[in-house]
């Protein structure tokens, strides 16, 4: 830990988790967002461990959950980006694909929330705008928030800078994340790191940091 102008600078994952001021943020683990990764059982058995751990730990959890509206009330950036997404010539057939209430907008099975946990739902990419993350976490006096989830190139790249704007430190847990394109992933990964906000650790590594080894 580095140490100026009366501020503790944390150098590693290890000096940045500090359960007392850390978050974990399990992005977009839904029904119907796994249905489009690569070894899906592989990734939330890896996320099922770092929560495990994040709750043995005492770290703060909060889950965040990406729904659809209704087209009439999707809005111009929206309906864009749903015509991109569905492969769409005529802004008229977009049809919400993540319906709150759906079975494919639900949270996979395997990671239900404890009783001290929380899902918030968005219809952003970064899941710090046009939700309460932000506001919960500095009132909790949160400083590190650590990400596990899916889509690193869609939605945890957005996030993660994101989270750096607004001065927390973000970690990125690199092998309980997942991208539905893995040059996308990569190049997303290569991306953070050449800014430096960001730390990266994988499953095991944390789990020794927050179990104290």
């Keep these: 830990m580095q140490h100026a102008f009366g501020l503790d600078i944390p150098q590693t994952v290890e000096e940045a988790c500090d359960p007392s001021r850390t978050a974990l943020l399990v992005y977009d683990m839904q029904v119907g967002v796994l249905s489009q990764i690569e070894d899906a059982a592989g990734l939330v058995t890896r996320v099922g461990r770092v929560l495990d751990a994040a709750r043995a730990a005492g770290v703060r959890v909060l889950f965040v959950r990406h729904t659809t509206l209704p087209p009439e009330l999707t809005g111009v950036k929206g309906l864009r980006m749903a015509m991109a997404w569905q492969r769409l010539a005529d802004v ?20 239900e929330p404890g009783p001290a946990e929380v899902v918030f739902d968005k219809v952003t990419m970064s899941a710090l705008e046009g939700t309460p993350v932000d506001l919960v976490l500095r009132d909790c006096g949160v400083t590190t928030i650590v990400v596990v989830g899916v889509a ?9 800078r994101h989270a750096a704007d607004l001065g ?18 990569e190049r997303a990964l290569a991306n953070l790191a050449f800014l430096g906000d960001t730390l990266f650790t994988d499953t095991g590594t944390l789990e020794g940091i927050l179990g104290g080894e």
């Design 92 to 111: 008229k057939d977009v049809r919400s694909v993540f319906p709150p209430g759906s079975p494919q907008y639900q949270l996979t099975p395997e990671l």
């Design 152 to 160: 690193t190139e869609i939605g945890i790249d957005p996030t993660v």
């Design 168 to 185: 927390y430190i973000p970690v990125i847990v690199t092998d309980a994340c997942a991208a539905g394109d893995a040059e996308a992933g």
